[in-house]
Each structure stands twice: as C-alpha cells, then as structure tokens.
C-alpha cells in the first residue's frame, strides 16, 4: 500500500502573546506537543482548548499532529491559531 | 467621543487585547492593510475570538475590513458583526451604491446573529478624488453611517502628489469633508498622522483639525493618544462657561421659561447644545447628557 502523503499547515508566530501552531499528518491518532515557556504549568489546560477547537470541527478529528511553540498565548489566542492552523490543513481556510 | 480611534493589526494578539490599556476613545481593529494577503484567515479567526471574549474597556469597538472590491469584505463583516463590533471601517468607498451593498450586508449578519437591526455603525473612508467628490451621497447613502474619514497616503497617491508634515495636500479635502459631515449630519474624523516620533507635529495637526471641526483622529501609536486628548481637552475657563450655561438652561427649562440669560446675554439652543459637550469633552457630562 502506497504510504499517505504528509500535509502540514501553520498558523501564528512567536511574537509575545502568540503562539505557532503546526499540524502535520497522518500520523496514529491524536498527537500534542507543547513547548515553551508555560507548557509545563498550563499542558493541561492547553490540551483541553486545543481538543475542544479540533472537536468543534466535527468528526473528532484524528491523524494529525498538533505541535504549539507557544509564547504566552492566552487561551484565546490559542484556540484561534489551531483553528486557523486546522481549517489550512483542511483546506478550508477561511471558514 | 471618539477623539483617538487607535487602530490595531489584527493578526497580532499583543495589541489586539492590550490596545484598550492606553485608553483611547475608539479602537479599529484592522483586518486590511496591516495584514498581508496570506494572513487574512487566520487573523479573521483571531479577531473573532478576540472580540467575542475579549476585554475593551470603555472603547467603541469598531473593525476596518477589507475593501469591497475583494473577495474578503463579506467574511469580514460576517465575523465582526456577528461577534460584537459595533462599527465597521470600510476603505475606499467612491460611491453610495458600496455604502448600500455594505449596509445589506451588515443587515443579513445582525440577523442571522439576532442583533437588532441598525445597530452596527458604517465608518466611510474616503480615499480618492472621487470618493471625496461623492461624501455627501456617500454619508447620506444609509442610516448607519456615522463617520466620514478623509484618506492619508491612498488619496495623496490620488491626487498624484505626496503627504508633507504640512498637509498642504489634504487642507482642501479636510475643509470640505467637514461642511460635507455637518450638512449630513456624520461625525468627521482625521487621518492618521504617520510621524510618530514626532509629537509637536502631532499637536500642531491635531490643533488644526480641531479648529476645523473634527471629532477627532485615526491614531497609529498609542503614545499619541495623550497628546490629541490634552488638545481637545477644554481649558477651566471654557468648562467655568459651559458650566454655567448648562446649568442655567437646566434652571430655566425647569421653571417653563425659554429663554435663557447668563452674564446679561441671551444663550440660543446650540451655544446650549456647545457648551454640554465641552462638559462631555472634560469628562464631567455622559455622551448621552449632550444630546439631551
């Protein structure tokens, strides 16, 4: 069998307040990575917005690596960057 | 009030939820030029966010979309309006037929987000000759247009010439857009002054444009908040005055009478209606009071 081809998508930056939010795939299921600053003292609650944005897109979406650079994006700002990052991956950017 | 009106790049989250903190009147939350072309989905989807839970404090929060000769004005309406804006900036408008699509399309995005219809405000920019030709059609083409704004470096362009820290260039159109404003019965508020270093250029604008009548200014920084409010700040004389206007107009109205007297002159309805907003301007009456 002919392995998938690998998609990646990106949104945000690493300026203060923001955070870079990569999507790659396929890969097994649902992946997260946090790095930065307050990935340690927040992973959770990250992990809860980002599982809520992607969940929000319906079918539960699975296969992708999530990887968020962040630098002290407040909830907000993170939920709008993995939704941006996921409807590029999508290609339903400007939903 | 809308003195300051700071604009913010709506693809970058620092000023979009600290832009409030330097206390303008108004924020424009900009989805237009200060986002590149391949940034305009995402910085739709932060906007969004931003404005359906973020904090502004006592600003007008308004949005600058993209042009109605793109193919992003209408994603932009539907997102600002539908989460909260209560104005939308639209550049280069030339003709009332782009006020009328505009004011429809805000009318399909308050209903569909149960807003009450009319709600959101349109803040016309004019750009070019024959957009500025036009303002009165163009400030008269719908009910919601509550500002016209003179173009800076699009409408030097038009007129084939440049900006100067004189303003030579826009004298002409400022004079005319703010007759135009009060015949339409719209606010008139400046362009930007792009200098930002340059604070006694500021004031001197400021100063000038005041003068002429304008509500206020389009600010790029916040650093040049403080100085277009202590220019349209009232002097204490000027506030002694008013004062003593309204609360004679006030004693008057409440004894039936309806002609008012301070210091042996007689004082007609729009000295009344002047001297309510310089307290407005000192921060000693509501918006509200002044139209009362």
Known sequence: ?95 | MRRTMLYLPGNNPNMLLRGHLFEPDGLVIDLEDSVSAGEKDSARILVREVLRRGEFGACEVTARINGTDTEHWRKDVQAVVSCGASGVRVPKVESPQTVRDLDEEISGAEAQAGIPQGSVKIFCLLETAFGVWNAYDIAKASPRVTAIIPGGEDLAADLRTSRSREGTELEWVRRMLIVVARAAGVDALDTVFPHVSDDDGLRREANFVKQLGYDGKSVVHPNQIPIIHEVYAPTEREIDNARRIVEAASAAQARGLGAVSVDGRMIDAPVIRRARFTLVRAGLASDSESKG
């Open chain 1, 1 to 95: 069998m002919e392995p998938a081809d690998l998609k990646a998508a990106q949104a945000g930056t690493l300026e203060s307040m923001d955070c870079l939010v990569t999507i790659t795939g396929p890969v097994e299921g649902r992946v997260i990575e946090i790095s930065g600053n307050a990935a340690a003292r927040f992973k959770t609650a990250m992990e809860r917005r980002i599982n809520d944005v992607l969940d929000g897109f319906g079918n539960s979406p699975t296969d992708i690596k999530v990887g968020v650079q962040d630098n002290g994006a407040l909830d907000i700002v993170l939920g709008a960057r993995v939704e941006a990052a996921y409807a590029r991956y999508i290609g339903r950017a400007g939903r």
